[in-house]
């Protein structure tokens, strides 16, 4: 038997010559997506020495020549004309002439749908409704979608996370996947309405200065069985349900297997996303915390500035959250109430540790970042559908109130948050200080996302629990 060796192997990643400092970082990230050193070999047995090898072997981002050494295409075998027997022009090739012939200019045959006439008389009997898929009482995730992405965070992208804290992703999901993620989670929200407005109820409470709302404000908003009373509740701590409220959250929509969100839990735990996450944040492992549904209501109130990570159970730098918009996103100065960012903000370790002892640390933010000109906030908008922004934990952030939405509109933005695999839970994060001692450090806007699993943890220790999965690396995923 004889055989046919096509060989292609692809070229090592190498560093550019003038590398800054904190290049390496970066070159090492890319070194490992580009797959040094990759071999790939075809060995095709065939006892015709005149059969042309068709297959090609696609490598991402490798250099490989396969044209021949002078740049010019292999010549073809002269052996070829043999494939195709003499025939006259009054006798009818068969069609396996033809497939050979098909062959040897490169190219495949149709393959027949109809073997035998008695194969075409059973053909109309088989409706074509009855080759649709099986109907499914929930939607399934369109596998097509995420395949094929590549997490290719580039060079300048990582550097502008690293320096201000943020960055923006362009075109980084496809417009259908996210159409469907909308699709899935505005329904969401709406059955689980009034989930949102018990939330909100809770935190109020929780920050109230009356010790019995705030010892009893899990309890109280438990309690309550409607949405008309939730905003009942609200006007009477003397708040406006509307304009002082940012917005309506939903927590961890992914972890509902049993819902109609297929998607989301596909996108959450995809290795596309948790590898994007472990490039930017770099770090080896990285850990699922949560994800937000944002429902953003004609007339709702601006969203305070605020840092993420304050609201974590977790102790550590390495958080990142990757904001989607379930729609367009216009400027500000066209009511865009895309995320406002102040920049470098997440390595100011001073903020916290000379302002923050009276709860004034956000008190005069605009003269510390750039004066009246705001001339250290930035933003990413417009964005269009696939646009994703991405901020460090620890970045302060903020967002327009929706003054200028219309009447009728909504608006949704899905967020999904991870930090570092080794990061530890702190002592203490459902504690309050009614009980005497110390006031808990952190914020409890978040409580709801990780009360149901944080117990189960031991505090300042390595841990695993399905809830908050490691999904990177993939050989150390513990969630299917």
Same mark, same amino acid.
């Given at each position: 038997?004889?055989?046919?060796?096509?060989?292609?192997?692809?070229?090592?990643?190498? &560093?550019?010559?003038?590398?800054?400092?904190? @290049? *390496?970082?970066?070159?090492?990230? /890319?070194? !490992?997506? #580009?797959? %040094?050193?990759?071999?790939?070999?075809?060995?095709?047995? &065939?006892?015709?020495?005149?059969?042309?090898? @068709? *297959?090609?072997?696609?490598?991402? /981002?490798? !250099?490989? #020549?396969? %044209?021949?050494?002078?740049?010019?295409?292999?010549k073809k075998p002269k052996e070829r004309a043999n494939v195709v027997p003499n025939v006259t022009h009054k006798k009818r090739m068969r069609r396996s002439e033809i497939d050979d012939l098909v062959?040897?200019?490169?190219?495949?045959?149709?393959?027949?749908?109809?073997?035998?006439?008695?194969?075409?008389?059973?053909?109309?009997?088989?409706?074509?409704?009855?080759?649709a898929p099986i109907k499914q009482s929930k939607p399934t995730m369109k596998k097509d979608l995420l395949e094929g992405l590549s997490s290719d965070i580039s060079l300048n992208t990582q550097l502008?996370?690293?320096?201000?804290?943020?960055?923006?992703?362009?075109?980084?999901?496809?417009?259908?996947?996210?159409?469907?993620?909308?699709?899935?989670?505005?329904?969401?929200?709406?059955?689980?309405?009034?989930?949102?407005?018990?939330?909100?109820?809770?935190?109020?409470?929780?920050?109230?200065?009356?010790?019995?709302?705030?010892?009893?404000?899990?309890?109280?908003?438990?309690?309550?069985?409607?949405?008309?009373?939730?905003?009942?509740?609200?006007?009477?701590?003397?708040?406006?349900?509307?304009?002082?409220?940012?917005?309506?959250?939903?927590?961890?929509?992914?972890?509902?297997?049993?819902?109609?969100?297929?998607?989301?839990?596909?996108?959450?735990?995809?290795?596309?996303?948790?590898?994007?996450?472990?490039?930017?944040m770099d770090v080896p492992t990285v850990r699922l915390y949560q994800d937000s549904l944002f429902h953003k209501r004609p007339g709702d109130g601006w969203t305070p500035w605020h840092s993420d990570?304050?609201?974590?159970?977790?102790?550590?730098?390495?958080?990142?959250?990757?904001?989607?918009?379930?729609?367009?996103?216009?400027?500000?100065?066209?009511?865009?109430?895309?995320?406002?960012?102040?920049?470098?903000?997440?390595?100011?370790?001073?903020?916290?540790?000379?302002?923050?002892?009276?709860?004034?640390?956000?008190?005069?933010?605009?003269?510390?970042?750039?004066?009246?000109?705001?001339?250290?906030?930035?933003?990413?908008?417009?964005?269009?559908?696939?646009?994703?922004?991405?901020?460090?934990?620890?970045?302060?952030?903020?967002?327009?109130?929706?003054?200028?939405?219309?009447?009728?509109?909504?608006?949704?933005?899905?967020?999904?948050?991870?930090?570092?695999?080794?990061?530890?839970?702190?002592?203490?994060?459902?504690?309050?200080?009614?009980?005497?001692?110390?006031?808990?450090?952190?914020?409890?806007?978040?409580?709801?996302?990780?009360?149901?699993?944080?117990?189960?943890?031991?505090?300042?220790?390595?841990?695993?629990?399905?809830?908050?999965?490691?999904?990177?690396?993939?050989?150390?995923?513990?969630?299917?």
């Open positions: 038997m004889k055989s046919t060796l096509l060989l292609l192997a692809s070229s090592c990643y190498a &560093s550019p010559p003038n590398a800054s400092i904190g @290049t *390496s970082v970066f070159t090492r990230r /890319r070194r !490992r997506g #580009d797959g %040094s050193g990759t071999v790939a070999c075809f060995i095709l047995p &065939s006892t015709d020495t005149s059969f042309p090898i @068709t *297959s090609c072997l696609s490598v991402s /981002r490798s !250099r490989i #020549d396969s %044209s021949s050494s002078d740049g010019t295409e292999p062959r040897g200019i490169g190219l495949l045959p149709v393959q027949s749908t109809t073997s035998s006439k008695k194969t075409k008389k059973k053909q109309p009997m088989v409706k074509p409704n009855n080759a502008d996370y690293c320096r201000n804290g943020h960055s923006a992703l362009r075109s980084f999901l496809p417009p259908a996947l996210v159409q469907q993620l909308k699709d899935e989670l505005v329904p969401y929200a709406t059955s689980h309405a009034l989930s949102a407005w018990r939330q909100k109820v809770e935190v109020q409470l929780a920050d109230s200065s009356d010790d019995y709302y705030r010892q009893n404000a899990r309890t109280i908003a438990g309690k309550i069985g409607s949405i008309v009373e939730c905003q009942e509740f609200i006007e009477s701590l003397g708040m406006d349900p509307l304009s002082d409220l940012p917005f309506l959250q939903h927590f961890n929509t992914w972890r509902t297997e049993k819902s109609n969100t297929p998607t989301v839990r596909e996108l959450c735990l995809s290795p596309y996303l948790a590898e994007s996450a472990s490039i930017l990570a304050r609201m974590a159970p977790f102790d550590t730098s390495n958080m990142i959250t990757f904001w989607i918009p379930l729609q367009q996103v216009p400027k500000p100065e066209e009511g865009g109430t895309g995320l406002l960012f102040v920049d470098g903000s997440h390595s100011d370790f001073a903020l916290p540790y000379w302002n923050g002892a009276d709860d004034a640390e956000y008190d005069r933010l605009e003269v510390r970042y750039g004066g009246a000109n705001d001339d250290g906030v930035s933003h990413h908008m417009p964005l269009n559908v696939g646009d994703v922004t991405v901020h460090n934990g620890w970045t302060l952030h903020c967002a327009d109130a929706a003054d200028l939405m219309e009447e009728d509109e909504n608006r949704y933005a899905y967020a999904v948050t991870f930090v570092c695999g080794r990061a530890e839970v702190r002592e203490n994060v459902l504690s309050d200080d009614s009980k005497g001692g110390s006031t808990p450090k952190g914020d409890k806007e978040d409580v709801w996302s990780f009360r149901s699993w944080v117990e189960e943890v031991k505090p300042r220790s390595e841990f695993s629990n399905p809830s908050v999965p490691i999904v990177w690396p993939l050989n150390k995923r513990d969630v299917e």
